[in-house]
């Protein structure tokens, strides 16, 4: 199966963010994609998270979703992105990946539910921690996919939740500050997660100067298969469950586990 990785450049503004992504999900269903996975804060973002974000925030059936779905739809391509959704907290939205299908059909929804509180930021002052702790999967193309958000790389309990529930490859729809070291232990945690679960992971993050952008995707044994640098694009890779098979078989993890 081959999925696309669409890096951006997400801003403020939700019209220009979303033509960016119609042309990527455009340009991955020529090159043979059948999903394409796009940033945290896809159709939103700013340097820090602010008031403006619930005052945006919209229902999953609202327009900004419609137009997610219908650009599935119209490339008959899966569609993954991060969107800012609305929530039942005064002042606050979710943080949430909406995952849409080659009909348009939503499959899933995750809400991010380890807050960037660190480095200086204070996410959960405008965004509620997702209510939920169940590990969200779904399914397309004959591939188990599993979804977790930009910070939640650094707790490794939930991307193993994952792997138990049946992912093979996790989507990481991320927009990771920058800082000291800050790209390395992007890389580092991306490849981590990859190993300890024999999964493929790919992390899709914005570009600078919002994030660190380089935009991966690691195979089971660690290996970068692509890196997409440092400006806007997207990419078109392939998973296969075949290797993830084998991989599975050379280092029998999930049988020998004790805890």
């Given at each position: 199966?081959?999925?696309?990785?669409?890096?951006?450049?997400?801003?403020?503004?939700?019209?220009?963010?979303?033509?960016?992504?119609?042309?990527?999900?455009?340009?991955?269903?020529?090159?043979?994609?059948?999903?394409?996975?796009?940033?945290?804060?896809?159709?939103?973002?700013?340097?820090?998270?602010?008031?403006?974000?619930?005052?945006?925030?919209?229902?999953?059936?609202?327009?900004?979703?419609?137009?997610l779905?219908?650009?599935?739809?119209?490339?008959?391509?899966?569609?993954?992105?991060?969107?800012?959704?609305?929530?039942p907290?005064?002042?606050?939205?979710?943080?949430?990946?909406?995952?849409?299908?080659?009909?348009?059909?939503?499959?899933?929804?995750?809400?991010?539910?380890?807050?960037?509180?660190?480095?200086?930021?204070?996410?959960s002052?405008?965004?509620?921690?997702?209510?939920?702790?169940?590990?969200?999967?779904?399914?397309?193309?004959?591939?188990?996919?599993?979804?977790?958000?930009?910070?939640?790389?650094?707790?490794?309990?939930?991307?193993?939740?994952?792997?138990?529930?049946?992912?093979?490859?996790?989507?990481?729809?991320?927009?990771?500050?920058?800082?000291?070291?800050?790209?390395?232990?992007?890389?580092?945690?991306?490849?981590?997660?990859?190993?300890?679960?024999?999964?493929?992971?790919?992390?899709?993050?914005?570009?600078?100067?919002?994030?660190?952008?380089?935009?991966?995707?690691?195979?089971?044994?660690?290996?970068?298969?692509?890196?997409?640098?440092?400006?806007?694009?997207?990419?078109?890779?392939?998973?296969?469950?075949?290797?993830?098979?084998?991989?599975?078989?050379?280092?029998?993890?999930?049988?020998?586990?004790?805890?």
């Amino acid at each position: 199966m081959k999925i696309a990785l669409g890096q951006l450049a997400s801003g403020s503004d939700i019209a220009a963010n979303l033509a960016a992504i119609e042309r990527f999900a455009a340009a991955a269903a020529g090159d043979g994609a059948e999903l394409v996975a796009f940033p945290e804060y896809a159709t939103y973002e700013k340097k820090v998270v602010d008031a403006s974000f619930p005052a945006v925030a919209e229902p999953l059936d609202g327009p900004v979703c419609r137009a997610l779905a219908a650009t599935a739809a119209r490339h008959s391509i899966a569609l993954v992105a991060g969107v800012v959704e609305t929530s039942p907290e005064p002042g606050k939205a979710y943080n949430t990946l909406a995952a849409f299908g080659p009909d348009g059909g939503r499959l899933a929804s995750y809400r991010k539910i380890h807050l960037f509180d660190a480095q200086g930021f204070d996410e959960s002052r405008f965004i509620a921690p997702g209510p939920s702790l169940e590990p969200v999967v779904f399914e397309t193309g004959g591939i188990k996919f599993g979804l977790l958000t930009c910070y939640d790389l650094r707790f490794p309990e939930l991307a193993r939740a994952l792997a138990d529930a049946g992912a093979q490859a996790l989507l990481v729809p991320s927009s990771w500050v920058p800082g000291t070291h800050k790209t390395e232990q992007w890389m580092a945690l991306n490849a981590a997660r990859a190993i300890e679960n024999s999964v493929y992971v790919a992390g899709i993050c914005q570009a600078p100067p919002v994030s660190v952008g380089r935009s991966v995707l690691v195979d089971q044994m660690g290996f970068m298969e692509e890196d997409l640098g440092l400006e806007p694009g997207v990419r078109t890779v392939e998973v296969s469950l075949d290797t993830v098979a084998r991989v599975r078989e050379q280092f029998p993890m999930f049988r020998q586990r004790r805890l």
